[in-house]
């Protein structure tokens, strides 16, 4: 891990008409790091993501994401970055391998290096058989894995994972996470948003937002010392308790 | 161009597993074009009659005669009482009463001019219109008859007629379906195109795949070419099938003009229209409102672009929406390179005119369309 910044923000803000969805966040994410992003329902996760993605314009307030500007350089950002969001959004009536040859072709990566690395990738995540089947008729499991897979096909610097394992069986989850890592060995710097206080362990460093604002920024070991918690549950209870929106 | 043949491919491989989609491709030309062109038929024949004869004589026998066999009016009832003739016209059962005054054999002999009284069901303008201009066609010759009659037997008394001729130039037997198939066959590749196109992008923001694109650094221009092609091949595709197909094979209509005049002129006519369909998706969340919105301008392109009424009759205000109407243009072209065989001299304005159109709405599609809000 080098001490190289990946994305850095600056009082970033994002309002819709009176409601402030983020609320001046500032922190910055090391090159090669694993970003864990957590907060509940409505807190405001999904807003910051998408405005550091180049989907969504700040109100007010700084970004950089690989070095580039979050309002006049989306698209610069877009060609360094893989997005994961959490609805599933693969093309369903598309095949496996469809879907992946589409995605990296349209990320610009060279003809003749998809079909190797796509086999290559298959075969890691164990759908190489299934790669003629339309991607409607995978379990949902599968079909993160998939998305996963698309996200960090053309090798970006970063990669954003919107709630990557939501309503995905333990096992599927565990495997999941040894993608991250893998991921984050090549050196792609991961943003992950969950809801899971065990996954949260597995981030290098997490931040919890409450109402809009980041409350609390540190590593696992850190936050759990300062809350005087056994688990990373207990400190996000403590933290989200005084939580004014309710989630949905 | 390597992005735009990964985004083809997908388009079409998409559009090929689509099977609602095929067989609307495919049934849409053939069964729209081979009914609706009957049923948009405005000759109109079989109009009901009751005639109210108070005279009874040779002559107001024969004028009946005369109505009865030209073969657009059905004799429904001949009685000496205008109060059961009004009712058939209540009951809808007659669309005309005509009343033969007392004496009308007499007074046409002896003073030379007589008054018949027509009463016209008018709830349905047009059948009172072209009903009471065929009566009065019958009525005039019936009058020329009679002319010719008495010229007959009196020599001196003679009166000078002046008779028309009348040649229908480029629909000679006036076949209404002549005039119809092209101008439907026109509004079918519109629906398609602009439904089709607007409702395809509007599922991707439904079912979140846009998202994904959207976060990609596909640049906006590409993403809308790689959506208007494929729907462009489709337009050209239904447009074949409903020329050679069903205009040829059921209506036995035959271009007069040059088809490929006809097939550039439907070109440039897609891009433009398909261009209005990519209007609508930028504006619409859900596949409900692009409906809503697509149909909303459906009804305006249709009855305002003079497939069913002619635009000359139209008043000023609407004539001028019928100039806005892409629609306008390519029916007329349609109807002049079919019917009349024009040529590209005489429809140069039609082509500047829908480069307009097609530069305008791709042009605020490509604008209005965000990858980021």
Redesign the interface.
């Known amino acids: 891990m080098t001490g190289e910044v990946a994305i850095s923000t600056d009082k970033l803000t994002k309002r819709f008409g009176d409601f402030v969805a983020a609320n001046e966040i500032t922190f910055d994410v090391k090159k090669g790091e694993i970003f864990g992003f957590l907060g509940a329902n409505g807190a405001g996760k999904t807003t910051a993501m998408r405005m550091l993605c180049g989907l969504s314009i700040p109100s007010s307030g700084q970004a950089t994401v690989a070095g580039f500007d979050v309002y006049r350089q989306t698209e610069e950002i877009k060609k360094n970055i893989g997005y994961m969001s959490q609805k599933f959004s693969l093309y369903e009536d598309l095949t496996v391998w469809e879907n992946i040859r589409f995605f990296a072709g349209i990320y610009g990566v060279p003809r003749s290096e998809i079909a190797p690395r796509a086999k290559e990738k298959l075969r890691q995540l164990g759908l190489y058989h299934q790669r003629n089947q339309l991607v409607a008729s995978l379990p949902l499991g599968w079909k993160q894995k998939l998305s996963f897979s698309v996200a960090v096909f053309h090798q970006p610097e970063i990669v954003f994972l919107d709630e990557p394992t939501g309503g995905v069986d333990p096992v599927t989850r565990r495997q999941f996470w040894d993608l991250i890592y893998e991921a984050s060995d090549q050196g792609i710097t991961i943003f992950v948003t969950t809801h899971y206080m065990d996954e949260a362990e597995y981030c290098h460093r997490i931040s919890m937002m409450v109402d809009g604002y980041i409350k609390a920024l540190d590593t696992p070991t850190a936050l759990k010392q300062n809350y005087g918690a056994e688990s990373m549950d207990e400190v996000f209870f403590e933290l989200a308790r005084g939580a004014q929106r309710k989630g949905d | 161009m ?2 735009l ?3 083809l ?2 388009e079409y ?2 559009i090929f ?2 099977p609602t989609l095929l067989r609307m491709i495919l049934a849409i030309p053939v069964i729209q074009l081979t009914i609706l062109p009957l049923a948009a038929d405005f000759e109109i024949k079989n109009i009901n009659v009751a005639i109210v004869d108070y005279d009874r004589s040779t002559y107001s026998r024969d004028l009946v005669h005369k109505i009865e066999s030209s073969g657009y009016f059905v004799l429904v009832d001949y009685n000496g009482d205008p109060k059961a003739s009004f009712g058939y016209l209540e009951s809808d059962e007659a669309d005309v009463i005509i009343e033969i005054p007392e004496g009308f054999e007499r007074n046409l002999v002896r003073e030379n001019h007589e008054e018949l009284f027509l009463s016209i069901n008018a709830i349905n303008g047009t059948k009172a219109n072209v009903g009471g201009g065929y009566l009065s066609q019958v009525i005039q010759d019936f009058n020329q008859e009679i002319r010719a009659d008495w010229v007959f037997r009196k020599p001196n008394k003679r009166s000078a007629i002046a008779e028309m001729v009348t040649i229908n130039r480029f629909n000679p037997l006036l076949n209404y379906q002549f005039f119809m198939v092209p101008g439907i066959l026109a509004i079918l590749v519109t629906m398609i195109g602009a439904y089709m196109c607007a409702l395809n992008i509007v599922k991707e923001k439904e ?3 846009i ?8 640049k906006k221009h590409l993403f809308i070419l790689g959506k208007l092609i494929p729907f462009w091949t489709i337009g050209v595709f239904v447009f074949s099938i409903g020329l050679f197909l069903v205009a040829r094979l059921v209506y036995g209509i035959i271009p007069v003009g040059n088809v490929l005049l006809l097939y550039a002129y439907l070109s440039l006519y897609l891009i433009a229209v398909l261009g209005v369909g990519l209007l609508v998706s930028t504006y619409s969340q859900t596949q409900q409102q692009a409906m809503s919105l697509a149909f909303f301008f459906m009804m305006i392109f249709i009855l305002m672009s003079g497939l069913f009424t002619p635009i000359e009759g139209m008043p000023a205000w609407a004539k001028f929406i019928t100039q806005l109407n892409p629609v306008t243009y390519f029916i007329e072209v349609m109807r002049m390179v079919v019917m009349k065989g024009s040529s590209f001299e005489h429809i140069s304005r039609h082509f500047a005119i829908m480069l307009g159109f097609a530069i305008f709405f791709n042009s605020w599609a490509v604008w209005n369309y965000r ?3």
């Open positions: 390597n992005t043949l990964f985004l491919q997908k491989r998409q597993r689509n079912v979140g795949t998202e994904q694109i959207n976060v990609t650094p596909v990858k980021t809000s």
